[in-house]
């Protein structure tokens, strides 16, 4: 298929305003950005280029270098599937790596499919206007100062669900003659926490996993902990050559697994209850699975955790039960063990050692919910009751997650209605995908998509190859407009909250929520339903020639 054939506007089928330069402009280069420069150019042979703001590859694992960053999905299913010969060549030395090797792989998947020469780096995209006359989206980005201007049939957004960094507005911060950093835009020579006093404000995955590593080499680390977090061990080991083996024999089942698992994880489910079994075997179950560590204490325990109150106190008293048997001093475990939200209801970090830190000499819990922040000093921090002496502060206090970095560029689309005020009352989307009153835009892990809620290659690998497909058929039936409707949205967007009302997700404070972030909507935002039954009707609304949006010619 050729450019020209792709876009249909050449071919006089569609309108005759100003042609663009581009059939499909990709914002974002991270897992979700490469893999779509990848499927639509060496795929459906579109012109596509790809905008990153950053100065490299890699997104999220570009972004988040802080001391302990890594996966806690397993590496041989977090990596993509779509190339047998890169699975084959790749290899993984641990079951969750550390960044600089996530890194290392994102940089060896842009060199390999030379994907570069169609990347330009330091560019954000800062305005997309949609052109009604054209069908084309107008680009506006900034370069070096620059500002340059595209226009491209199609936009598709790849700008990642956890890339927007939350930064809280803590009076004083200016003030604070230390240094300062947020997790998610660490300096790319590291930091050197050598004789530091450090403040870490925020218990989440991020903080869990950095917490031990800096308490390692800082004189004192202090941690602000406004919720305690359940945190399940790791047990991060190097791959072993028989293993690296067996998965590289096994690779099709194993892609085949994750994709028709609920997460995008490639374990068998279990099919039991925790309320089905007695007490003893209970506890069996959970030591095994807190053994073996990672997720599948929630996967491989019992399948009732999400759903049911009662089932889940259980694994909740287990953790905490466990946070008592390893934290020395009983007022530290007491404010360490959550008591507001259901185990897993925010996404459990998986950590090394989290726990155990708060027994080194070196390091401070701080509850900042009962106490808390009143202002960042020049030389510290003070909260209602106490001032803390700080050299450096940590912001682990995430991101304001699935629409902050799509709002950031500021959408604007049929009519000039901006994607803002369409998501005044939290977002819409039609199966994460598409926006209604938005043509020609697609938003890969979009809200309304169980990506965060997955393993999210696996996500991010249907999205792309459902999208690319789609313009595939638009370019064949030489269409150039496509919108989802009304209608079809609004279906999807109750089937999104009917879903997740049925679990014990909406009881959390959690992001999925938005609730971290102050004033934004509270909107469950992922889709809960799983991974294959999402799929499964992505296909099948393509089998039906693309129910629920609108094309045009
Ligand atoms: P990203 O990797 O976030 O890339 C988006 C890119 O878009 C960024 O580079 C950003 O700079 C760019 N961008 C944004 N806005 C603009 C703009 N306006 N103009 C130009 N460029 C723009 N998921 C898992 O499934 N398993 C894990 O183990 C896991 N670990 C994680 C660990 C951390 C520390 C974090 C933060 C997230 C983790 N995730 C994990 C989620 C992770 O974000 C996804 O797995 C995946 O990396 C997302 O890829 P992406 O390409 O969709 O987005
Ligand atoms: P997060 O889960 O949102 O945690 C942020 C932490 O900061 C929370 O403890 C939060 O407290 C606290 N916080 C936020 N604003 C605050 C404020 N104004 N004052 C005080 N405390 C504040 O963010 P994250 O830890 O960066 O993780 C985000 C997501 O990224 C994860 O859920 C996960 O999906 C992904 N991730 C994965 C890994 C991995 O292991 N692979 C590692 C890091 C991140 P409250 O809970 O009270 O809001």
Redesign the pocket.
Known sequence: MSASQSTGGRDNKGPSAQQPELDALI???????LYMLYRARDVLGLRARV????DGV???????RYPG?R???ESFY?SFSFSEELEQEWQWTSKYPAQPEILRYLEHVADRFELRPDIQLE????RATFDEDSHCWEVR?ERAGRVEIIRARFLIT??????AANIPKINGLESFRGDWYHT?GWPEEGVDFSRKRVGLIGTG??GIQATPVIAAQADQLTVFQRTANFSVPARNAPLVPEEVREIKANYREIRRMARESFGGFPYQGVERSALEVDEAERQAIYEKVWADGGFKFMWGSFNDLLINQEANDTAADFVRGKIREVVKDPRVAALLSPNDHPFGSKRPPIDTDYFETFNRDNVLLVDIKSSPIVEITQTGLRTESAEYELDAIVFATG?DAMTG?LL??DIRGAHGQRLEDKWEAGPKSYLGLQVAGFPNLFT??GPGSPS?L????VS?EQHVEWISDFIAYLAAKGLTRVEATVEAEEAWVDHVRDVASLTLFPKANSWYLGANIPGKKRVFMPYVGGVLPYRERCDEIARNSYEGFALAP
């Open positions: 914002v974002g280069a991270g897992f979700s950005g905008y990153e703001t950053a890699g997104g999220t694992w570009y972004w988040n960053a996966c806690d999905s977090y560019t954000r995209v800062t980005s790849a700008v990642g669900c956890l890339s998610g995955s991020t991101f970095s950031k560029m890969i892990t965060v997955s393993n999210m290659p991010i």
